[in-house]
């Protein structure tokens, strides 16, 4: 079957699929494969820990991005110093 993705960057794939939620891959050669997904929730208790386990492993990590980031400013300002480099709008 064949779909065509509009102007907004959608497509449709029909009422069957509605609220449903796909994992997106997409491909080196540009194929993209959409397989559908089930999600489970997490207590808040345990995303808590799970959350402060990683800051915590990745201690070292996280002072060096915040010292690069504060000598390269915001992402905002970063992406519009980008944007006019490379002429994207």
Not at 30 to 35: A, F, H, I, K, P
Not at 40 to 52: D, H, I, L, M, R
Not at 62 to 83: L, T
């Amino acid at each position: 079957m064949l779909k065509e993705v509009g102007a907004s960057g959608q497509i449709s794939l029909g009422k069957k699929y509605a609220g449903q939620l796909f994992n997106l891959q997409t491909a080196a050669d540009g194929s993209v494969t959409l397989t559908p997904v089930k999600v489970t929730p997490v207590a808040p208790e345990q995303a808590a820990q799970t959350t402060k386990a990683w800051a915590d492993a990745h201690v070292a990590d996280i002072e060096q991005y915040n010292a690069w980031s504060n000598q390269n400013g915001p992402y905002s300002q970063r992406v519009r110093r980008w944007r006019l480099i490379h002429g994207a709008f």
